[in-house]
């Protein structure tokens, strides 16, 4: 409580907040980054939300998600950062990095296990099932009126972080809180229905893709899918398509960790290819007998026991090899 209470000084006394969270987003870091921004804009602060992707096509229903910026030339200098569902602070990406830096105060909102514990302030929480719980704690204690608005945005990172309340993180306050952000104005049926309702054509042929590419280990313990821009660009998808796709492998019989491989474009700045090689996000996803967290910051990465992801620099067989050998220990 007593960092929470100094988090809230310090956002009391600041003019101007940022909010930003990791890059590729989900909904939990859209989620919390709407909500924690929204409230402060209804205590009359200056807020500005930052993330550095483009929003997924499945999130852009959310209220006032057209206020996130992705570049902060011009709207600098803040006398805050709150980084939100980042375990470590170049999770925002690159783009935010030196603007954050030069902020005299970092607070570090977060419920990954692997969170190294940066900037000056944190309120982490492994045991939340999402960033967005801990959001609806700290503005649940400033007494700060949830609309339906701060509702939708607390309930859609809940409910999708928690794989619609059936992961392992599923616990008691996500019903609680849940049935509260119904209360306060959340529906259910719209959020499900842009969450997992309409995907567009390329995504379906994607998921296709996606599943022709399943390879399993020798021991039957290890799924990979394996997602190329080749891909992308056959069925006019981005990245941001990916989200969910992993599932199908990880529900393969006797699959103890899934794997998916996906390639960024070869687009500007921190995409560019080094040294001739390709830039690859490696998701991992485990059924609970393994920690794929630990894997992920082998590669220096992070996450969760059951789900964790990492990015490098390589190329394909490389990697698709060194995931293979996984399987061996499982
Ligand atoms: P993903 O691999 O994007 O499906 O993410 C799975 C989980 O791992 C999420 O909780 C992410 O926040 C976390 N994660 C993914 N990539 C990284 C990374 N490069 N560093 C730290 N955590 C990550
Ligand atoms: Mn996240
Ligand atoms: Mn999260």
Redesign the pocket.
């Known amino acids: 409580m007593k960092q929470m209470d100094q988090i809230i000084t310090q956002l009391t006394a600041s003019d101007h907040v940022l909010f930003a969270s990791?890059t590729?987003p989900?909904g939990d870091a859209i989620g919390s980054l709407l909500a924690a921004g929204l409230s402060m804009k209804a205590m009359k602060k200056r807020t500005t939300l930052y993330n550095e992707s483009a929003i997924p096509a499945v999130y852009r229903f959310l209220p006032e998600v057209e206020a996130i910026v992705s570049h902060l030339d011009g709207a600098a200098p803040f006398d805050t950062a709150v980084v939100l569902?980042c375990?470590?602070l170049e999770?925002v990406g690159a783009g935010a990095l030196p603007f954050i830096r030069e902020t005299p105060v970092i607070i570090n909102i977060d419920h990954?296990p692997?969170n190294t514990g940066f900037g000056d302030f944190q309120l982490i929480d492994s045991d939340a099932c999402a960033t967005a719980e801990i959001i609806y704690r700290l503005i649940s204690r400033m007494e700060i009126v949830i609309d339906a608005d701060i509702a939708t945005a607390i309930y859609t990172g809940i409910f999708t972080d928690t794989g619609s309340f059936r992961f392992a993180n599923t616990n008691q306050a996500a019903f609680s809180i849940c049935n509260g952000m119904v209360a306060c104005g959340a529906d259910p049926y719209n959020v499900a229905k842009h969450v997992y309702g309409t995907y567009s054509l390329g995504r379906i042929k994607l998921l296709n893709r996606a599943l022709d590419s399943i390879e399993i280990s020798d021991n039957g313990r290890l799924s990979l899918m394996t997602l190329t821009r080749e891909m992308f660009d056959a069925t006019g998808t981005h990245p941001e398509d990916v989200d969910g796709l992993?599932n199908y492998a990880r529900r393969i019989r006797d699959i103890k960790v899934a794997v998916l491989i996906h390639e960024y474009p070869n687009g500007s700045g921190d995409e560019k290819r080094k040294n001739g090689q390709r830039r690859f996000?490696v998701?991992?996803r485990s059924d609970g007998a393994v920690d794929v967290s630990r894997i992920?910051a082998l590669f220096?990465?992070?996450?969760?026991r059951n789900?964790?992801?990492?990015?490098v620099h390589t190329d394909i067989t490389d990697i698709k090899n060194g995931m293979m050998e996984l399987a061996n220990g499982l």
């Open positions: 990791h590729d989900d569902d375990s470590d999770r990954h692997t992993i996000h998701s991992l992920a220096g990465g992070g996450g969760h789900a964790a992801g990492f990015t």
